[in-house]
Nanobody, 119 residues
Framework: QVQVVESGGGLVQPGGSLRLSCVVS????????MGWYRQAPGKQREVVAA???????NYADSVKGRFTISRDNAKNTVYLQMNSLKPEDTAVYYC?????????????WGQGTQVTVSS
Protein backbone atom coordinates (compact mmCIF):
# COMPACT_ATOMS: atom_id res chain seq x y z
CA GLN A 1 0.00 0.00 0.00
CA VAL A 2 1.35 3.39 -1.02
CA GLN A 3 0.90 6.47 1.14
CA VAL A 4 1.81 10.02 0.19
CA VAL A 5 2.10 12.46 3.08
CA GLU A 6 2.95 16.15 2.84
CA SER A 7 4.14 18.41 5.63
CA GLY A 8 5.55 21.88 6.14
CA GLY A 9 2.68 24.17 5.29
CA GLY A 10 1.62 27.10 7.43
CA LEU A 11 1.15 30.83 7.71
CA VAL A 12 3.96 33.08 6.56
CA GLN A 13 4.33 36.80 5.87
CA PRO A 14 4.94 38.08 2.36
CA GLY A 15 8.61 37.74 1.50
CA GLY A 16 9.03 34.80 3.84
CA SER A 17 10.00 31.20 3.20
CA LEU A 18 8.59 27.74 3.74
CA ARG A 19 9.84 24.26 2.95
CA LEU A 20 7.37 21.55 2.05
CA SER A 21 8.21 17.86 2.30
CA CYS A 22 6.46 14.83 0.84
CA VAL A 23 7.24 11.24 1.75
CA VAL A 24 6.04 8.26 -0.27
CA SER A 25 5.88 5.15 1.86
CA UNK A 26 5.36 1.51 0.96
CA UNK A 27 7.41 -1.15 -0.76
CA UNK A 28 7.86 -2.97 -4.04
CA UNK A 29 7.87 0.06 -6.29
CA UNK A 30 10.03 2.73 -7.85
CA UNK A 31 9.08 6.36 -8.40
CA UNK A 32 9.37 8.23 -11.65
CA UNK A 33 8.26 11.83 -11.80
CA MET A 34 7.32 13.65 -8.57
CA GLY A 35 5.62 16.98 -8.51
CA TRP A 36 4.00 19.71 -6.48
CA TYR A 37 0.64 21.14 -7.45
CA ARG A 38 -1.49 23.81 -5.83
CA GLN A 39 -5.12 24.80 -5.79
CA ALA A 40 -6.37 28.18 -4.63
CA PRO A 41 -10.03 28.77 -3.73
CA GLY A 42 -12.16 28.98 -6.84
CA LYS A 43 -9.30 28.01 -9.13
CA GLN A 44 -8.18 24.85 -10.88
CA ARG A 45 -5.31 22.78 -9.60
CA GLU A 46 -2.08 23.78 -11.31
CA VAL A 47 1.38 22.33 -11.48
CA VAL A 48 3.99 24.26 -9.54
CA ALA A 49 7.14 22.20 -10.07
CA ALA A 50 8.16 18.69 -11.05
CA UNK A 51 11.29 16.56 -10.94
CA UNK A 52 12.23 13.32 -12.65
CA UNK A 53 14.04 10.42 -11.01
CA UNK A 54 17.18 11.66 -12.76
CA UNK A 55 16.84 15.14 -11.30
CA UNK A 56 15.53 17.12 -14.26
CA UNK A 57 13.21 19.87 -13.12
CA ASN A 58 10.60 22.23 -14.50
CA TYR A 59 8.66 25.07 -12.93
CA ALA A 60 5.59 27.14 -13.50
CA ASP A 61 6.54 30.60 -14.77
CA SER A 62 4.96 32.18 -11.70
CA VAL A 63 7.43 30.51 -9.32
CA LYS A 64 10.65 30.43 -11.36
CA GLY A 65 13.53 31.91 -9.42
CA ARG A 66 11.64 31.69 -6.12
CA PHE A 67 10.85 27.99 -5.64
CA THR A 68 13.22 25.03 -5.80
CA ILE A 69 12.17 21.41 -6.07
CA SER A 70 14.51 18.61 -5.02
CA ARG A 71 14.28 14.95 -4.10
CA ASP A 72 16.03 12.28 -2.09
CA ASN A 73 15.51 9.02 -3.97
CA ALA A 74 16.84 6.93 -1.09
CA LYS A 75 14.14 8.34 1.16
CA ASN A 76 11.36 8.52 -1.47
CA THR A 77 11.01 12.16 -0.52
CA VAL A 78 10.48 15.32 -2.52
CA TYR A 79 10.90 18.86 -1.22
CA LEU A 80 9.72 22.28 -2.28
CA GLN A 81 11.72 25.23 -0.98
CA MET A 82 9.61 28.35 -1.36
CA ASN A 83 11.27 31.75 -0.99
CA SER A 84 10.04 35.30 -1.52
CA LEU A 85 6.49 34.15 -0.97
CA LYS A 86 3.64 36.30 -2.24
CA PRO A 87 -0.03 36.44 -1.22
CA GLU A 88 -0.91 34.87 -4.57
CA ASP A 89 1.02 31.75 -3.54
CA THR A 90 -1.69 31.05 -1.00
CA ALA A 91 -3.22 27.66 -1.79
CA VAL A 92 -3.42 24.04 -0.77
CA TYR A 93 -0.29 22.35 -2.02
CA TYR A 94 -0.47 18.74 -3.15
CA CYS A 95 2.28 16.22 -3.77
CA UNK A 96 2.03 13.86 -6.72
CA UNK A 97 4.12 10.76 -7.30
CA UNK A 98 4.16 8.49 -10.35
CA UNK A 99 4.75 5.09 -8.78
CA UNK A 100 5.84 2.09 -10.84
CA UNK A 101 4.91 -1.47 -9.89
CA UNK A 102 6.65 -3.85 -12.32
CA UNK A 103 5.70 -2.28 -15.67
CA UNK A 104 2.57 -0.39 -14.63
CA UNK A 105 2.58 3.21 -13.45
CA UNK A 106 0.06 4.79 -11.13
CA UNK A 107 -0.39 8.37 -9.94
CA UNK A 108 -0.72 8.90 -6.21
CA TRP A 109 -1.68 12.11 -4.42
CA GLY A 110 -1.22 13.38 -0.91
CA GLN A 111 -3.95 14.95 1.15
CA GLY A 112 -2.58 18.47 0.72
CA THR A 113 -1.02 21.03 3.01
CA GLN A 114 -2.24 24.61 3.39
CA VAL A 115 0.10 27.49 2.63
CA THR A 116 -1.14 30.95 3.56
CA VAL A 117 0.87 34.08 2.74
CA SER A 118 -0.51 37.05 4.60
CA SER A 119 0.56 39.93 6.78
Amino acid sequence: QVQVVESGGGLVQPGGSLRLSCVVSGSGFSINRMGWYRQAPGKQREVVAAITSGGSTNYADSVKGRFTISRDNAKNTVYLQMNSLKPEDTAVYYCNANVVFSVRQYAYWGQGTQVTVSS
